[in-house]
């Protein structure tokens, strides 16, 4: 049942775009409204494990959006996962009215001002796996609303950013007497020099009650970029505190080339910590890369190949699930984004 659901789902979901598209074909230069943009990505992927012999193919996002205007000061923004583990589900459902420059406020389903989106949209991730903060500590969206506040401070970029959930995370719309609130401060724009600083209290029930907090800092030059962060998430019930940290860098240069139109170098050392002691890091992450750009754009359509390199002191449960998932990794990955 649960299945038919989803198909229905999705075949409204593409009825819907088609339907919007070919509106949006009949429309004159003059804006008209509502307006219709489409957007999607796609990963698919190969692994190989050394350690344990085992290899997969995969497709770990298949992602189809919709965004676009009711009137020039109301958005909208619709996206759908159409294959998260061979499940359906529905990421984005939110309006945004912006009632003067600069602030913006959205009601629905969206993303928490929590992560950066170049860490967990496959669309702009520089490596084929996520960050151990950005993949083990929370989930990346919910139900709620959230506040934006653009400005300046003299010559500077700055915004604030706050919002209020229901503290599940996706598609559960429950009643509650405690919700979930984020907050992060941003300085700087993405090309050149940025910083945030950010907060997450999350009580999602008796057994689970997180607050996390973090900082970034990021500088991207013409052609390549360096990023790195840390996070740290208090368990206020269970007194499993965790801690993570990454730096992460790339660069490219365009080819000459009928397929490919530049090479991406990248490399990355992640590390999480469960606070058993005061000995370093649980698990250390070193992950080398190279990427060959299907579009002269850098976070465009690519071929990738990753390979991983895990270095143990003490296992967490959570990231050994399973043999492969935390051993070394050769990930050869095609990355669309349209």
Same mark, same amino acid.
């Given at each position: 049942?649960?299945?038919?659901?989803?198909?229905?789902?999705?075949?409204?979901?593409?009825?819907?775009?088609?339907?919007?598209?070919?509106?949006?074909?009949?429309?004159?230069?003059?804006?008209?409204?509502?307006?219709?943009?489409?957007?999607?990505?796609?990963?698919?992927?190969?692994?190989?494990?050394?350690?344990?012999?085992?290899?997969?193919?995969?497709?770990?996002?298949? +992602?189809?959006?919709?965004?676009?205007?009711?009137?020039?000061?109301?958005?909208?923004?619709?996206?759908?996962?159409?294959?998260?583990?061979?499940?359906?589900?529905?990421?984005?459902?939110?309006?945004?009215?912006?009632?003067?420059?600069?602030?913006?406020?959205?009601?629905?389903?969206?993303?928490?001002?929590?992560?950066?989106?170049?860490?967990?949209?496959?669309?702009?991730?520089?490596?084929?796996?996520?960050?151990?903060?950005?993949?083990?500590?929370?989930?990346?969206?919910?139900?709620?609303?959230?506040?934006?506040?653009?400005?300046?401070?003299?010559?500077?970029?700055?915004?604030?950013?706050?919002?209020?959930?229901?503290?599940?995370?996706?598609?559960?719309?429950? !009643?509650?007497?405690?919700?979930?609130?984020?907050?992060?401060?941003?300085?700087?724009?993405?090309?050149?020099? +940025?910083?945030?600083?950010?907060?997450?209290?999350?009580?999602?029930?008796?057994?689970?009650?997180?607050?996390?907090?973090?900082?970034?800092?990021?500088?991207?030059?013409?052609? !390549?970029?360096?990023?790195?962060?840390?996070?740290?998430?208090?368990?206020?019930?269970?007194?499993?505190?965790?801690?993570?940290?990454?730096?992460?860098?790339?660069? !490219?240069?365009?080819?000459?080339?009928?397929?490919?139109?530049?090479?991406?170098?990248?490399?990355?050392?992640?590390?999480?910590?469960?606070?058993?002691?005061?000995?370093?890091?649980?698990?250390?992450?070193?992950?080398?890369?190279?990427?060959?750009?299907?579009?002269?754009?850098?976070?465009?359509?690519?071929? +990738?190949?990753?390979?991983?390199?895990?270095?143990?002191?003490?296992?967490?449960?959570?990231?050994?699930?399973?043999?492969?998932?935390?051993?070394?990794?050769?990930?050869?990955?095609?990355?669309?984004?349209?």
């Amino acid at each position: 049942m649960k299945h038919i659901f989803s198909v229905r789902l999705l075949i409204l979901f593409v009825l819907f775009i088609t339907s919007a598209s070919a509106l949006l074909s009949q429309q004159s230069d003059a804006v008209r409204y509502p307006t219709f943009k489409f957007d999607g990505n796609l990963k698919t992927k190969f692994e190989y494990a050394p350690e344990t012999g085992n290899s997969r193919f995969s497709v770990r996002n298949s +992602r189809l959006g919709l965004s676009g205007k009711i009137t020039p000061m109301a958005d909208y923004r619709a996206q759908v996962e159409l294959n998260k583990e061979g499940k359906f589900e529905v990421l984005d459902l939110c309006g945004t009215l912006t009632p003067y420059e600069g602030l913006s406020v959205t009601l629905g389903q969206t993303s928490i001002p929590l992560f950066n989106p170049y860490i967990i949209n496959p669309g702009t991730m520089m490596f084929a796996n996520r960050t151990f903060l950005g993949k083990y500590y929370v989930g990346t969206r919910d139900i709620g609303l959230l506040v934006k506040y653009n400005f300046h401070l003299a010559t500077v970029p700055a915004g604030i950013e706050f919002g209020v959930y229901n503290g599940n995370t996706i598609n559960n719309p429950v !009643w509650t007497d405690k919700f979930s609130y984020a907050a992060r401060l941003s300085f700087g724009s993405m090309k050149g020099f +940025r910083t945030t600083f950010k907060l997450y209290d999350y009580p999602n029930s008796d057994e689970i009650h997180y607050f996390l907090y973090g900082a970034d800092f990021r500088y991207e030059g013409n052609n !390549w970029k360096v990023e790195t962060e840390a996070m740290k998430r208090d368990d206020k019930v269970a007194n499993k505190d965790l801690f993570s940290a990454y730096v992460q860098g790339a660069y !490219w240069a365009p080819i000459k080339g009928s397929l490919f139109k530049n090479i991406i170098p990248a490399a990355r050392w992640d590390a999480i910590d469960q606070d058993k002691d005061d000995s370093g890091f649980d698990v250390n992450r070193l992950t080398l890369g190279l990427g060959f750009g299907l579009t002269p754009n850098a976070n465009g359509s690519l071929l +990738r190949i990753n390979y991983e390199w895990y270095f143990i002191k003490n296992q967490l449960d959570f990231m050994h699930q399973f043999e492969e998932m935390d051993a070394d990794k050769l990930t050869i990955e095609l990355v669309y984004v349209f």
